[in-house]
């Protein structure tokens, strides 16, 4: 799917969704909670799509925003974003 398409599916909506999910407040930060997700192929798309344009963003950001000092948070969520990517895979 080309780029131009996945921005006209995936709003800023769908993206701020996942990241709640994504990244725990400050006292949440240790804790890990279940999560069920009924993955039907729309649930599917959309969350394996939101979750890698998300990742996309955040090491473009971190490579924008200091080239020779790349912002380890951001790309730490984004390894994140990844692996749940890949876990969604996993039991679909």
Request: glycine share 0%.
């Amino acid at each position: 799917m080309d780029r131009k398409t996945l921005e006209r599916h995936v709003t800023d909506a769908d993206v701020a969704a996942v990241r709640s999910l994504i990244e725990p407040t400050r006292d949440e930060e240790n804790r890990s909670r279940p999560l069920t997700i009924e993955i039907t192929d729309d649930n599917y798309w959309v969350l394996t799509e939101a979750l890698r344009e998300w990742s996309y963003r955040q090491r473009s950001d971190a490579a924008s925003n200091a080239p020779s000092e790349p912002d380890d948070s951001r790309l730490q969520w984004a390894e994140k974003a990844d692996a749940l990517v890949s876990r969604i895979k996993a039991v679909n």
